[in-house]
Nanobody
Framework: QVQLVESGGGSVQVGGSLRLSCTAS??????MGWFRQAPEKMRERVAT?????SSGHAGSVKGRFTISRDKDNLYLQMNNLKPEDTAMYYC???????????????WGQGTQVTVSS
């Protein structure tokens, strides 16, 4: 099974930027996405991308975060970070090519993002 490894997390101040990367150990033709989960909160889908580059972003990050994909590698450029962006960020691969359907079957271990004021 393909494994996903995230990197790029860290601690930044409000308004700062970070770029997360997700490296896959093999070929992923299906939709990939970024999720995040803060303590005591439900997991939230942040952004998704098809292999062809069609993407979508959650309303809470639209205009600040940008997902991109290079075949099997996934990235998340995060600008103008806010304290509410603090969470563990996970990369995932879905079971379908279309990001609007299917389930998420493969997950990375996560990378922590902390935004302080």
């Amino acid at each position: 099974q393909v494994q996903l490894v995230e990197s790029g997390g860290g601690s930044v101040q409000v308004g700062g930027s970070l770029r997360l990367s997700c490296t896959a150990s093999g070929t992923i033709n299906e939709c990939m996405g970024w999720f995040r989960q803060a303590p005591e909160k439900m997991r939230e889908r942040v952004a998704t991308s098809t292999r062809g580059g069609s993407s979508g972003h959650a309303g809470s990050v639209k205009g600040r975060f940008t997902i991109s994909r290079d075949k099997d590698n996934l990235y998340l450029q995060m600008n103008n970070l806010k304290p509410e962006d603090t969470a563990m960020y996970y990369c995932a691969a879905a079971t379908r090519y279309d990001c609007s359907t299917g389930s998420w079957s493969t997950w990375g271990q996560g990378t922590q993002v902390t935004v302080s004021s």
